[in-house]
C-alpha cells in the first residue's frame, strides 16, 4: 500500500484547509522550472527521507520510521505587497497549521525539525525581472515498518526431551 501518497495528500489537505487563498500542491516533477501560477506564492509538499530504529522483535522485523516531509514555500514577497501577506506570515502559519497535525498510518504527530532559507532565483522564470524567495520547514512524524510475513512458517521446534524422574521420553515433533 502507498502510505506517502496518504500521507502527503493528509498535509496538502490539512495547509487547504488552515490557509484558504494560497497555492497549495504537491512538490513538482521538475521543480528548475517551476513557477507559482498564483500571485502570492506556493507551498509544496514533499517526502524528504527517513530514518528507521533496530527492530524491537526477534522474529519479526517490526521498526520506528521517523519520515521527514518539507514544506516549501516559493513566494515572490518575504513580508507582502500592498497589505498583503508574504512568505514570512505562511511560514509562520504552515507551521502552526502542521505542529500536532497527526496524520493518517503515523503513531505520533507532526513536529517541526528544521526551517531556512533555500534559494532566491530567476531561472527557470518566464519573467527574469521577478525573483522567487524560496524557503523551507521539514517537519518530523512516525509510522511503523513491519516485515510482511510469509505464508509458509517455520518450524522452529523440532525435538523435545522431557526427563522425567522415573523415565526419559522424547517427543519427535514431525
Known sequence: MDFLTLIEDSIIDRLRAKLPG???QPYPDNPESYEPTHPVGALLVRYSDADYSDSRDTATVV???????????????LRGKAGGKGLYAYLEAGRVALT???????????TPVTEGFVNRTA??????AQRLWQYQITFRTQG?????????QEVLLRHITSIN?????TTEVP
Request: charged share 30%.
Open 100 to 110: 500536532g497535525f497527526k496524520p493518517p498510518h503515523c503513531r505520533l504527530k507532526m
Open 165 to 169: 524422574v522415573t523415565s526419559d521420553i
Open 123 to 128: 531561472s527557470g522564470l518566464k519573467n527574469k
Open 22 to 24: 494560497i497555492l497549495v
Open 144 to 152: 511503523l515498518n513491519i516485515e510482511l510475513v510469509d505464508e509458509e
Open 63 to 77: 521498526q520506528d520510521r521517523d519520515m521527514h516531509w518539507e514544506i516549501t514555500l516559493a513566494m515572490w514577497s
